[in-house]
């Protein structure tokens, strides 16, 4: 995956609202989703993860899933972020409801679906 990515960009800086609407493929060059929108931590300002859609049609009936921020890696040929996330690890990944109090243990849970430390340790 490493030789895929070029890590020197023109300008390394995105925002938030241009990384809405990116692709996100795995390893394989299978299209896992498209990010519908960052989690930050409050207090330490990272980007906690990315809430990635999947499905659906016209944002009907597209479930969503967190993908932690630090399994997404930019690639500038495929204009979209891969990850090594399977797909069978992103179809049973926890899913995100909207209306969902979400804590420290829910997001614990995310992540280590993922195998990932959390950023927050």
């Known amino acids: ?31 896992l989703g498209t990010i519908d929108h960052l989690m930050l931590d409050k207090k330490s300002g990272k980007v906690a993860y990315a809430v990635m859609g999947s499905g659906g049609f016209l944002g009907i009936g597209e479930d969503y899933s967190p993908i932690p921020w630090n399994a997404l890696k930019y690639d500038t040929t495929l204009e979209g972020y891969v990850t090594g996330i399977t797909v069978e690890q992103y179809r049973t990944a926890p899913k995100w409801e909207r209306d969902w109090d979400r804590d420290r243990d829910w997001e ?8 990932l430390q959390p950023y927050w340790v």
Do not use: C, F
């Open 1 to 31: 995956m490493e030789d895929m990515m070029q890590t020197e960009l023109a300008n390394p800086m995105i925002s938030s609202a241009d990384v809405n609407g990116t692709a996100v493929y795995n390893t394989e060059g299978d299209k």
């Open 108 to 115: 614990t849970r995310v992540w280590s679906h993922y195998g």
